[in-house]
């Protein structure tokens, strides 16, 4: 057996483990914790926070790079990977679909590598914990948790492999870390004052 095909054959077993734990319970909050709404309360609390550190005027040129680099990453995923692999999702994967469990009958569309979710998550995980890594001590590690229950949320719905997501989180930090770079180097903001 090939190195790829071995990494297949885990990736479909952390599959089968992560979807098969399934509950009413845990059905209904990973559906929840998939939605685009879930991150709302999330993002007001942290652009408050980046408004108490910085003020409104450069709050609103971090929010406007964090949206900037977010694009970016969705576009990548999309383009230069979904499009590129054109793997399948598991959902969509005529060789295990019909092992999978759904919640609410949602399959996703039809390719899965990578996930834009997780790129997407984790660049605004990546970008918001490094621009708030002075004044807010242990933000990174939370964004970086709220980021990954948004990524585990995928493959315990059977649209992504984990290896959709773990990708698709090296993408969107990537992306967010060549975004805090630019403002670092370019010095339109000061993070050490107000």
Known sequence: MGFIDKIEQIDRQLLFAIN???SPLFDTIMWWVSKPAFGIPFYLL???LLYKSFGW?????????TGLAVGLA????KYLFKEMFERFRPSQNL????QLHYVNNYHGGMYGFVSSHAANMFCIAMLLGLWLKKKKRYSLYFLLIWASLIG?????LGVHYPTDVLC????????AFLAYKIIIQTKLINFSTK
């Open 152 to 156: 585990y949320s995928r493959i315990y």
């Open 20 to 22: 098969g734990g399934n």
């Open 46 to 48: 942290f652009i408050f």
């Open 168 to 175: 698709g989180a090296l993408l969107g930090m990537s992306i």
């Open 74 to 77: 969705d576009l990548s995923a």
């Open 95 to 98: 060789e295990i679909k019909g």
């Open 57 to 65: 005027k450069n709050t609103f040129i971090l929010v406007l790079f």
